[in-house]
């Protein structure tokens, strides 16, 4: 199992920036994935996930509405484009993948990619 997060960079607040998560290894209907945000100093705090079996999605209080996940299981991707940022949201972001069902809980989580930095700044 391998994901490789890309899609990371510099936005201003309240713009837009899209993220995306190739997947390898295993078939993408029979896991839950999940968008995770490791801030300075702070532990990873899921944002966004999804069962892909169904497309059944969740997202975290501190960005509902804002952040949008999905899934392409023809191409093996998972994707997470984040809309009207904010300086808090400033972090590297992490793929994460597990065999059961959707959480936000990081320690729930079997396989990681790499991280991509985001940093919100004008």
């Known amino acids: 199992v391998q994901l490789v997060e890309s899609g990371g960079g510099l936005v201003q607040p309240g713009g837009s920036l899209p993220s995306s998560c190739p997947t390898f290894?295993?078939?993408?209907?029979?896991?839950?994935l999940g968008w995770f945000r490791q801030a300075p100093g702070r532990g990873r705090d899921g944002v966004a996930s999804i069962q892909c079996s169904d497309g059944s999605s969740y997202d975290s209080g501190s960005v509902q509405g804002r952040f949008t996940i999905a899934k392409d299981p023809v191409k093996k991707m998972v994707y997470l484009r984040l809309n009207q940022v904010k300086s808090e949201d400033t972090g590297v972001y992490y793929c994460a993948a597990r065999d059961e069902l959707a959480s936000l809980d990081a320690s729930e989580y079997h396989y990681w990619g790499q991280g991509t930095q985001v940093t919100v700044s004008s």
């Open positions: 290894g295993f078939t993408l209907d029979f896991f839950a």
